[in-house]
């Protein structure tokens, strides 16, 4: 939907949109420092009164005095960075911990399936859109659209049923097989074997999006005279392709990142959950399910920077992907 | 041109099987309360009852009528994302409109605030809302469409700030038409494809929010929701109900968030001009 004109400001101005990130950070944190603050009463007995865990009266008065302690927003700010994020009273240990504990195995399924599905998605709209308007391509923009149409609730919850519980080919749960000493090479075919379905199934919700955004500007990019300069040159199919086409072809996919970002930490939440594949996902939703206020705030204000930063990242990798903005600049 | 857009859409196959599918979809959930049985609230029946004559999708495990939850969840679910697309539109032109119109400072403090509000994961501030303050669905839904209008507002101001310039627009203030009749009647108007994208899209985040987050327990668990009922079903996913209970909601949320992809990606196709000569 972006018009090349509305990307071409987009990237002169990119000082304001690095600023963006920056205030946006700050907006979560502050969120996250007045939530709490708003909140009516006596809200730490009303909360942990509806869930299972049960504090002894020393806690209940630790957590409420962590949640009324008159602090400044700026000694919030120290206390954050510094990497006091509170204590777990339904877990019984460090925010912290818990979220560094849960990391790798998020990184490692949400990272892995969007580089893949990301990299087999751009490989497959471009060699689509080269071969526009054959049965193949055709075919292929069917089914990925329909695919495009399926929640990762869905997938999730079908894979499981069949292939974990029906065939028992894979695992329900965990990300390894515990208390098994193995060696190397044994503990990553089981960390593998743990990995498939989920990564499967984020891999299958992330791949639609990326086959049709790369395909419908690749199209385009086709359109412009350069290719038909390359064209008449005489340059190889291959070289068109990948060297003169692709690469303009990546930038969308590059800007339109961080609005898919929303639909993918959503989807990625779910698929942990259902797989209790160990990893944020699954902290959060155990967090919920006790309302641990201290362990959500950790996990979502955690995670939103993360988001933020990887977005920054990105706003830069599209300086190096495309010279012209650097000449903008 | 109108008629032709009109007949390129009843001639695209997805949109076709888009809007069959959501109306069907759309009948069950508005007629839902009449074509339910029992109250989906009722807990008299024996737990774990196979389907029936009587109850066709069977009893849960909390002894309700699973054909009525899922009535009444769908109807939820399809409400929660009209109201937040309708709100995020009517956010996102309002704001796109006033920037377009107005531009200057206005446009550049709106534009700013879009910028900051696009780089702000929606789905963390909600996390954040519900779990400290357990607002009813309406609340979530207002808060999911104030944060997300900014991209429809930004569509509709490039495109305003094109239209404002074309000659009838000019003609009109040579007229001496005011400003808000120029907005009202010739420059809403003008963008109408624009907000059909726009609103398809947020709806189709928004039910895929709702059943996601339900699915996580972070609304009312006493309202009725189809990821609530995936959420509920799953424990017992070894005892032999996954089919009458597990895999109903699923295959009503697929086809509903289907339904509604299948129309977002047909209108953007055919009213996006750079994507028709695409596709």
């Known amino acids: 939907m972006e018009s090349v004109m509305r990307q071409k400001r987009k990237r002169i101005r990119r000082l304001p949109q690095v600023l963006a990130y920056g205030l946006a950070a700050l907006a979560m944190l502050y969120a996250s420092y007045s939530l709490p603050r708003w909140l009516p009463g006596d809200f730490v007995t009303a909360m942990y009164a509806s869930s299972h865990v049960t504090l002894n009266a020393e806690q209940e008065a630790e957590l409420r005095a962590y949640y009324t302690q008159q602090k400044r927003f700026g000694r919030y700010l120290a206390d954050f960075f510094s990497l006091q994020w509170g204590y777990s009273y339904a877990f019984l240990s460090p925010v912290v911990r818990l979220i560094r504990e849960a990391l790798p195995w998020t990184l490692l399924l949400l990272g892995g399936a969007h580089l893949l599905s990301m990299c087999l998605g751009f490989l497959a709209g471009v060699e689509a859109a080269w071969r526009r308007g054959s049965a193949l391509e055709k075919a292929g923009v069917g089914s990925m659209t329909f695919l495009e149409g399926i929640p990762e609730i869905g997938t999730a919850v079908i894979l499981f049923l069949v292939f974990s519980l029906h065939l028992g080919w894979f695992p329900a749960a965990g990300s390894e097989t515990v208390y098994l000493e193995r060696s190397g090479a044994q503990r990553l075919l089981d960390v593998l074997h743990h990995l498939a379905l989920p990564f499967l199934?984020?891999?299958?919700?992330?791949?639609?999006?990326?086959?049709?955004?790369?395909?419908?500007?690749?199209?385009?990019?086709?359109?412009?005279?350069?290719?038909?300069?390359?064209?008449?040159?005489?340059?190889?199919?291959?070289?068109?392709?990948?060297?003169?086409?692709?690469?303009?072809?990546?930038?969308?996919?590059?800007?339109?990142?961080?609005?898919?970002?929303?639909?993918?930490?959503?989807?990625?939440?779910?698929?942990?959950?259902?797989?209790?594949?160990?990893?944020?996902?699954?902290?959060?939703?155990?967090?919920?399910?006790?309302?641990?206020?201290?362990?959500?705030?950790?996990?979502?204000?955690?995670?939103?920077?993360?988001?933020?930063?990887?977005?920054?990242a990105l706003e830069f990798l599209y300086g190096w992907i495309d010279p012209r903005v650097k000449h903008a600049s | 041109m109108r008629l032709d857009i009109r007949r390129s859409l009843m001639n695209d196959p997805w949109f076709l099987s888009g809007a069959l599918l959501g109306l069907v979809l759309a009948f069950l959930a508005g007629a839902g309360p009449w074509l339910a049985q029992y109250n989906p609230h009722d807990m008299r029946f024996p737990p774990f009852t196979p389907p029936s004559s009587d109850h066709w999708l069977g009893i849960n495990d909390g002894g309700m009528d699973i054909f009525s939850e899922l009535l009444y969840g769908m109807r939820n679910t399809v409400w929660f994302g009209l109201a937040t697309g309708v709100s995020a539109l009517c956010i996102g032109v309002l704001v796109g409109m006033a920037c377009a119109w107005f531009r200057g400072v206005t446009d550049q403090v709106l534009m700013r605030l879009a910028e900051i509000l696009l780089a702000i994961p929606a789905v963390m501030i909600l996390i954040l809302a519900a779990a400290f303050f357990r607002p009813s669905s309406w609340m979530l839904s207002m808060v999911l469409a104030a944060l997300s209008w900014p991209t429809i507002a930004k569509a509709v101001r490039a495109q305003a700030l094109v239209v404002r310039k074309t000659l009838h627009i000019q003609a009109a203030r040579q007229m001496g038409a005011s400003g808000g009749y120029i907005l009202l009647r010739h420059m809403v108007p003008e963008l109408f494809p624009l907000y059909l994208i726009g609103f398809a899209a947020k709806a189709r985040m928004a039910m895929f929010m709702e059943a996601s987050l339900s699915f996580l327990g972070l609304f009312d668990p006493s309202r009725k929701s189809l990821g609530m009922m995936i959420r509920y079903a799953l424990p017992y996913y070894y005892l032999d109900i996954w089919w009458n209970w597990l895999l109903p909601p699923i295959f009503c949320l697929t086809l509903l968030i289907m339904s509604v992809t299948f129309l977002a990606v047909s209108l953007e196709k055919v009213f996006d001009p750079r994507l028709k000569e695409a596709l």
Do not use: C, W
């Open chain 1, 201 to 312: 199934t984020l891999f299958l919700a992330y791949l639609p999006g990326n086959f049709l955004l790369s395909r419908g500007s690749m199209v385009m990019v086709l359109k412009a005279q350069f290719i038909e300069t390359a064209r008449a040159k005489g340059l190889p199919p291959l070289r068109i392709r990948y060297a003169h086409a692709a690469r303009n072809a990546l930038l969308p996919m590059v800007t339109r990142f961080g609005l898919r970002i929303a639909f993918m930490v959503t989807g990625a939440l779910v698929v942990e959950t259902i797989y209790a594949y160990p990893g944020l996902g699954t902290l959060l939703f155990n967090a919920i399910a006790v309302r641990d206020l201290p362990l959500i705030q950790g996990i979502v204000l955690f995670s939103s920077l993360v988001i933020l930063l990887v977005n920054l």
